[in-house]
C-alpha cells in the first residue's frame, strides 16, 4: 500500500498553559476524503493550519506529502492546496485576473495549472467574472477561495468549513466539484450532510481528541441499539430502542399480529451518532 498523503501522530499543541491537541492519530490515504468533525473550538482549525505549515505543532509526528509541513519549502507548498476559513483581502482584483496571476505561480511547477475560463466555470463563477471581489456576496467570495485552493491542481486539497455561507444550490454545485477533483482532501466542516455525501472516512474531534475514526456506516454501526422502534397497540402509542429493530419488530408481529399499527422505524442518523459520540467524550473525565 502507497504511504499515507497525510500521515500524523501523537500530534500535540499548547497554546500558552492549554493544551488543545492531545495525542492527535490519523492518516489520509491517496485519493481520500476525510472529513474533520467536532464542536466549536475541538481543535479542526489547529489541526489543518499546522498540517497547511501555518502553525507550529508543540509536539508529535506531521507528514504531508512525506514532508513535516514546518520544513515544507516552496516545492512542497506548489503540491499543498489550501483554502482556509476566511477569504483574503483581494477585494480590488478581478476574478479572472485574480486567478490568473495565481495560476502564473505554478507556471514552472510539474502539474500544468487550471485554464483561468474552466476553473472559473467549474467553481460556476462565469457570470462573475469580470467583477471585482469586494462586490461578491460572501458565498461567490467562498468560491473565488476554492477556485485559489485548487488552481495549481494540488495533490492534497485542505478545506476549513469550505461551504459556510453557501446557499444549497452553491452547495450541491461546489460537492459535485469536489468530488469530480479526484484529489486526496482533508476537510472540516459543521455540517454533518456534507460530510457524510463527501467523505469517505469521517474523524471526530472532541476537546483536542479524536473521539472516533471510520466511514459513516461504521461510525453509525458503532452506536448501537440507537434505532427507534414506535407503534400503537391497543390505542396505545408505544416506542423502544432495541439493539436489533428487525429482530424486535418480527416478535412485536408474532405476539400482537393485526393488533399492531402505524409501526415506525428510525434507524440513527450519522447526527444521532455524532451526539452521542460527543457527549461520550464529554463525559469521559
Ligand atoms: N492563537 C491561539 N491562542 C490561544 N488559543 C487558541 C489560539 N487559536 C485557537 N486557540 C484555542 O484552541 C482551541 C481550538 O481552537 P480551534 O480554532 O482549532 O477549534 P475549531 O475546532 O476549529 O473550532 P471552530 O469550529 O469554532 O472553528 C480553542 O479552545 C481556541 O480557543
Known sequence: MSAPVVDVEGLRMRYGGTDVLHEVTFQVRQGEVLALLGPNGAGKTTTIEILEGFRLRSAGRVEVLGTDPARGGERWRARVGVVLQSWRDHGKW????????????????????????ELIEAVGLTEHAGKKIRTLSGGQRRRVDVAIGIVGRPEVLFLDEP????????????HELVRGLGTTILLTTHDLDEAERLADRIAVLDQGRIVA??????????????DQVRWRHDGQRHSASPPDSTAFVRDLFTRHGAAITELEVHRASLEQTYLSLVRDAEATP
Open 163 to 174: 461551504t459556510a455561507g453557501f446557499d444549497p444550490r452553491a452547495r450541491r454545485e461546489f
Open 213 to 226: 475514526d471510520g466511514t459513516p456506516r461504521e461510525l453509525a454501526r458503532r452506536i448501537a441499539g440507537t
Open 94 to 117: 478581478r476574478v479572472r485576473e485574480l486567478l490568473e496571476h495565481q495560476a502564473s505561480f505554478y507556471a514552472c511547477s510539474a502539474r500544468e495549472p487550471w485554464d483561468t475560463g
